[in-house]
């Protein structure tokens, strides 16, 4: 899972829709909980089918698309 959290309006929808990934830092961004930086973005790895599905909705409510889930191999 990928965050391009420089990108981020603070619309709070991720963190609305999955809770359990996402909340609000102090300024009002999005944090991808136990995430790292690398390079331009933050990262996680997410690790079972039912987290990548929780984790697809936030990719799918986020008006600004910063948030992404690749597959790693």
């Known amino acids: 899972m990928l965050q391009f959290k420089e990108e981020c309006i603070s619309c ?24 790292k930086k690398v390079e331009d973005h933050w990262e996680r790895i997410i690790e079972t089918e039912a987290a990548r599905s929780q984790n697809q909705e936030a990719v799918d409510v986020c008006p600004v698309q910063i948030i992404k889930l690749e597959q790693v191999e």
């Open 12 to 35: 709070g929808a991720c963190a609305a829709i999955c809770p359990d990934f996402w909340e609000m830092d102090q300024e009002g961004m999005a944090n991808l909980k136990e995430s």
